[in-house]
């Protein structure tokens, strides 16, 4: 696997390969685990040659907290690349992504004004500027995100369709541990009883689901989801929303099949987890 931590010197090694190879693309933040390999070995099996980047994005943060707390774990994350098969690392330093701090803006209207837009503002302008950059820099013909982050994949969809960058985007399913927990950088931040206690939001989207399927209405739903939350002190639920998977705008009733998403955000502890099952 070969590491670059310039632009300059990724776009130089990328040049010869583009006009023979495809390009899939895993952007990452770091602190890898098996949903990040997975990501991976969906790429490698679709593309011949596979380009990761681990650059933990400040301008995507709007708690300066979060952001110093972020996990680095950059030589495991090394030996993860490798044996997902990953060809080719982009490691840049803050200051070579952003010689100066970036003055655009993006905005992308309805679908940042629920749930992690509405909550983390600010947060999707940061991820479409460096995905943005990602995609110049690389230009993959293929970039591979995870459903947990689902408004993020929309907002990306978005993006690569309005500044009609020529990369297809590909959603892989989320990667759970074997109590369900969905599988997040920010849960090696958990303690070992937080790490017990945060399979409530698993349960809770599969108490959603079966209350949505079983006939509840969207408010009786959520409404047991928030109470389910208050019966457990250690959590803060910052929001639990039933929404189209695509648009991201509130649904009130089941769409068709694969379109409706129950999504959750919750503070536990000093971690802030989010988690969705779409169906
Ligand atoms: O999902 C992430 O890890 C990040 O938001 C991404 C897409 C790598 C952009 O920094």
Known sequence: MLQFDTIAGLRQQLRSIRSTQSIGLVPTMGALHEGHATLLETARQENEVVV??????PVQFNNADDLARYPRTLEADYNLL??????????PSVSEM???????????????????????????????????????????DRAYFGQKDL????????????????????RCPTVREADGLAMSSRNRNLTATERT????????????????????????????IKALFESYPA????????????????????????????????????VRLIDNLVF
């Open 98 to 140: 952003y010689a100066d701090s970036p003055l655009l803006q993006l905005n992308f209207g309805a679908l940042e004004t629920t749930m992690e837009g509405a909550f983390r503002p600010g947060h999707f302008n940061g991820v479409g500027i460096v995905v943005a950059k990602l995609f110049n820099i690389i230009q993959p």
């Open 52 to 57: 990761s980047s681990v650059f933990v994005n």
């Open 151 to 170: 408004q993020q994949v929309a907002v990306i969809r978005r993006l690569t369709k309005d500044l009609s960058f020529p990369v297809e985007l590909i």
């Open 235 to 270: 959590f803060t639920l910052e929001y639990v929303e039933i929404a189209n998977a695509d648009t991201l705008q509130p649904a009130d009733e089941i769409l068709a099949p694969g379109q409706t998403a129950i999504c959750l955000a919750a503070h536990l502890g000093k």
């Open 82 to 91: 490798d044996a997902a098969g990953c060809d080719l690392v982009f490691v």
């Open 197 to 224: 206690q945060a399979t409530l939001l698993f349960r809770a989207l599969t108490q959603a689901h079966k209350m949505l399927t079983g006939g509840h209405t969207t408010a009786q739903t959520k409404n047991a």
